[in-house]
């Protein structure tokens, strides 16, 4: 008889993985890293427990997008006081914010509740090709 594998959060086993942006496109980017936060890639994927991996994304600012994105998107935020609206574009978030505007694109493929909470500390971003993660001896993962 075959029987549903269902994880315990003692019995996760979580692996290093870091992800070169050098002309990668940020969506598929997110997407790919989005799967290894969550722990869609393993067999034993269980979707109420945290058994994603650490992803450490480097070259952030080498990340390009696709189409006219730089004019025509904006990303919006509010204080919630009157007139709290903050709206800047994709050309000023990639030039001046680059590690949120990644952050930003993979938050908005987890899940909004706590779990998805947890799964997003387990992200880094840095601009350049230097992270101090050397210790954890990530394995590199090619971004299709």
Request: net charge positive.
């Amino acid at each position: 008889m075959r029987q549903t594998t269902m994880l315990k959060p003692s019995e996760v086993v979580r692996q290093w993985y870091i992800v070169d942006g050098t002309d990668c496109t940020l969506g598929r980017l997110a997407t790919q890293v989005a799967t290894l936060l969550r722990g869609k890639h393993k067999p034993a994927y269980t979707p109420h427990v945290d058994c994603g991996d650490y992803v450490i994304v480097i070259n952030a600012d080498k990340i390009k997008i696709s189409g006219d994105q730089d004019a025509k998107k904006f990303y919006y935020s509010h204080s919630m006081y009157p007139g709290g609206l903050r709206t800047r574009s994709t050309k000023v978030m990639r030039e001046n914010y680059t590690v949120e505007w990644v952050e930003k694109a993979i938050k908005g493929m987890l899940p909004h509740n706590k779990l998805g909470d947890v799964q997003r500390k387990h992200v880094f971003v840095y601009t350049g090709a230097e992270h101090p993660h050397a210790a954890q001896k990530p394995v590199e993962l090619k971004v299709k």
